[in-house]
């Protein structure tokens, strides 16, 4: 499966973006898709995820300001009072695990998508 992120950008503190990650139909009604974001210098985190049932799961440090959806073609990460330390390349990855925030369950990956807060 091919992924694509798009919509990451400059921000100013406090405002809002939203990252699409497009895929062919087939991803959505079989997989696990998820966000994670790599800071510079820092691991890859785990951000949400939405599995085929359209169940939803998020880290503790965006729950409330992030959510996330899915359409038949893309997985949706919207991204609201944004902060310095949300600055990172954000990833949308698939794989068969519902739910799953371990990078090692995903069998696929897109590119990211630069996302910079300024302060």
């Known amino acids: 499966e091919r992924l694509v992120e798009s919509g990451g950008g400059l921000v100013q503190a406090g405002g809002s973006l939203t990252l699409s990650c497009a895929a062919s139909?087939?991803?959505?009604?079989?997989?696990?898709v998820g966000w994670f974001r790599q800071a510079s210098g820092k691991e890859r985190e785990f951000v949400a995820a939405?599995?085929?049932?359209?169940k939803t799961y998020f880290a503790n440090s965006i729950l409330g300001r992030f959510t996330i959806s899915r359409d038949d073609f893309s997985v949706y990460l919207w991204m609201t009072a944004l902060g310095p330390e949300d600055t990172a390349v954000y990833y949308c990855a698939a794989g068969r695990v519902a739910g799953t925030r371990q990078t090692g369950d995903y069998e696929y990956w897109g590119q990211g998508t630069q996302v910079t807060v300024s302060s």
């Open positions: 139909r087939r991803t959505f009604n079989y997989y696990n």
């Open positions: 939405i599995d085929w049932n359209a």
